[in-house]
C-alpha cells in the first residue's frame, strides 16, 4: 500500500514578493508550510541580496516549471562603478578598483553592445555545477572557478536614472541563463572602470508581475487569517506563451489515461509544438501538437 503524502493537495503558482536576504529554497519553504502543500518548487533561482517576483509552484503547477523558467526576466538594478568585487555584488571582497566613473551619456553610449544575442561568463560565485559541485561552494572554499561563456539574449537594457555619480540604475529584459551581476561586471570593465551590482530587483518573470506578487509579511498574516488560498494563482498561469485546447469529455477521459487525442475540426489549430488540453476550464495535459494530433507529455492528476 502505498505512502499517503504529508500535507495537502494544494496545486498552484503563489507570486512571491521575496524578501532580502532569504534564499530561494527557504524562501519555497515558507510558502508550502503556510500552504502545507505536499509539494513545491520555484521558477528561477533569486540570490539572497535580491527581492521581487519569485514564481513558487504548488502541487501539480511543479509540472508547468519548466515553462516559467523559459519566460523573459526583468530586473531594475543599481550598478555602482569604482570597484569590481569576486562576487559582482556588495556582498564580496573587492578584487580590482578604478577612479573612472562613467558620465550617464558614456553608459548609454555601451548599452546597445550588451542588447541581443551575446556571450556573457558567468560569475565565480553561481548556482552552475561543476562536476557535480555548486560553483560557489568551490568558491567560497578558496578554489579558482573558471567558468566557459555562455550565449545568452538580452532584449532590453536601458539607463533609467544616476542615483548619484558613482552609481546607475538600470532596467533590463532578459532570457533564460542570463547573470544581471555579470552584466554590471562587463559593463564597468568595457567603460574602463571597474563595477558590481549593489542593489537588484526581478519585476517579471513571464505573465508573472508586481501587480500580483505578495510580500512574505502579508501572505502569512493572510495564513493566520484563513484566507491564504485567495493569493492561488491558476495552475495554468505559467502557460501564457503555449495555446490551450479545449477538449470533449471523450477525449478529456482518454488523456487522463496518457492516451493521443485528434484535434479536428474548424477550429482546429494548424500549429505545431508545445500545447496544453483542458475541459471545462481545468487542466489536462501538457503535450505536443503535432498533424492534428495531440501527444500528452504530463498528465495533472488532481486527486
Known amino acids: 500500500m502505498a505512502r499517503r503524502k ?37 521558477a528561477g533561482t533569486l540570490d539572497p541580496l535580491a527581492t521581487g517576483i519569485l514564481p513558487i509552484a504548488l502541487g501539480e503547477a511543479t509540472k508547468t516549471v519548466p515553462f516559467a523558467v523559459d519566460g523573459e526576466k526583468s530586473y531594475r538594478f543599481s550598478v555602482r562603478f569604482g570597484a569590481e568585487t569576486d562576487t559582482d555584488d556588495a556582498e564580496g571582497k573587492v578584487v580590482r578598483t578604478s577612479d573612472v566613473l562613467p558620465s550617464p551619456a558614456e553608459i548609454e553610449d555601451i548599452l546597445e553592445d550588451f542588447i541581443g544575442e551575446i556571450s556573457q ?10 562536476n557535480g559541485n555548486r560553483a560557489y561552494d568551490l568558491a567560497r572554499s578558496g578554489e579558482q572557478v573558471v567558468l566557459e561563456a555562455r550565449t545568452i539574449v538580452v532584449d532590453d537594457l536601458r539607463l533609467v536614472a544616476m542615483a548619484d555619480e558613482a552609481t546607475a540604475v538600470l532596467e533590463a529584459d532578459c532570457g533564460k541563463g542570463t547573470y544581471v551581476r555579470a552584466l554590471a561586471r562587463d559593463m564597468g570593465r568595457m567603460l574602463g572602470s571597474a563595477a558590481h551590482v549593489v542593489a537588484l530587483r526581478r519585476t517579471r518573470v513571464g505573465g508573472f508581475d508586481e501587480e500580483i506578487a505578495i510580500p512574505l509579511v502579508e501572505l502569512a498574516e493572510a495564513a493566520e487569517q484563513g484566507d491564504v488560498m485567495s493569493y492561488l494563482q491558476p495552475v495554468e498561469a505559467a502557460l501564457d506563451e503555449i495555446p490551450g485546447l479545449s477538449m470533449s469529455q471523450n477525449d478529456a477521459a482518454n488523456l487522463s489515461r496518457g492516451q493521443s487525442v485528434l ?30 494530433e495531440f501527444r500528452p507529455t504530463r498528465v495533472f492528476n488532481f486527486g
Open 121 to 130: 561568463v558567468p560569475p565565480a560565485f553561481s548556482a552552475i555545477k561543476i
Open 6 to 42: 504529508k500535507g495537502n493537495p494544494v496545486h498552484g503558482w503563489v507570486v512571491l514578493d521575496k524578501p532580502i536576504g532569504m534564499t530561494s529554497t527557504q524562501a519555497v519553504g515558507a510558502v508550502r508550510r503556510l500552504f502545507g502543500a505536499q509539494k513545491a518548487g520555484h
Open 263 to 292: 484535434v479536428r475540426g474548424r477550429d482546429a489549430p494548424v500549429m505545431t509544438g508545445a500545447a496544453w488540453a483542458h475541459f471545462k476550464g481545468r487542466i489536462l495535459a501538457l503535450g505536443e501538437l503535432e498533424k492534428g
